[in-house]
């Protein structure tokens, strides 16, 4: 076995860790990814406006299993705006004199809040199919390209794992470096992946409340999904990623 992963921990001690961004006073990375001009946008329906399901999370957690095959039924726009605001939608937002912070549904180091979510959206009601990204600023979706051929890209990178396929949705966490090492430098790296499993986690238990079940993916090629989502794989490049539909009814 290679050192990698014991050199990748052993380097990221704080007394190994260089001078941040921050405190030699470089200006705060943006909230999110800038939105390009003229883009389509999908209006997500805000939190206080949507059915909240009723179930306990005690009974989320004990019920929840990775899921991999999915009822033909889609997810109603309602359903997703819920799984996205409870992922990473903005509860609050604090203007500090140097520094912006956002407050979220999870946790995340130093609340920097370093991923994005890209959505391959194959079944969601009156959202046509394609590849989007979530602005939590503005809760909305943002259309990167639409189309079919998109599910076929993204599964083949997921090594062509079947339940990216047939997902109403696959969720697929973006990290952006500077964002989290703008605070905490090369340490920031374990931060990314940390506040990752956060997200995912909180999409499994949320997609209990809606009879929906997610399988968490990391086997993926690399390289092939930063690709396909336009990703450079080095300042952003694809960290998690979550197949969810709803569960196939029972026999
Ligand atoms: C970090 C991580 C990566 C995973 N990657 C995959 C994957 O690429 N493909 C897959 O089918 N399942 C993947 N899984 C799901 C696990 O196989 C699953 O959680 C495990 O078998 C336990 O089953 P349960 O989730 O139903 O409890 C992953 C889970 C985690 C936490």
Redesign the pocket.
């Known amino acids: 076995m290679k050192n990698t992963g014991k050199e990748f921990v052993r380097n990221t001690y704080y007394d190994r860790i260089s001078a941040s961004p921050q405190e030699l006073g470089v200006p705060q990375p943006t909230l999110e990814l800038p939105i390009p001009a003229g883009a389509k946008l999908v209006e997500l329906p805000a939190m206080e406006e949507i059915y909240h399901p009723q179930t306990t999370l005690i009974r989320s957690i004990v019920e ?3 899921l ?1 095959r999915y009822a033909e039924k889609p997810l109603t726009l309602a359903e997703l705006s819920l799984l996205l605001y409870t992922t990473q939608g903005i509860q609050d937002l604090r203007e500090g004199s140097r520094f912006q912070t956002s407050f979220r549904p999870v946790p995340s180091a130093g609340a920097r809040h370093a991923l994005e979510t890209y959505l391959l959206i194959n079944r969601v009601e009156g959202v046509e199919p394609g590849l989007y990204r979530y602005s939590a600023v503005k809760h909305v979706l943002v259309l990167i390209k639409s189309g079919t051929t998109i599910a076929d890209a993204v599964t083949e990178a ?2 062509g ?1 079947k ?1 990216v396929l047939n997902s109403a949705v696959t969720f697929i966490w973006v990290a952006v470096v500077e964002r989290m090492a703008w605070r905490y430098v090369e340490r920031g790296y374990r931060y990314l992946y940390l506040d990752a ?1 956060h997200v ?1 986690q909180n999409l499994s238990l949320v997609a209990e409340s809606i009879d929906s079940g997610v ?6 090629d690399d390289a092939a999904l930063d690709q396909v989502l336009g990703l450079d794989g080095e300042h952003l490049f694809a960290i ?2 979550g197949a969810l539909g709803k569960k196939p009814n029972k026999e």
């Open positions: 929840r299993r990775s991999r997921c090594l794992q339940q499993g995912c399988c968490a993916i990391a086997a993926y998690y990623v």
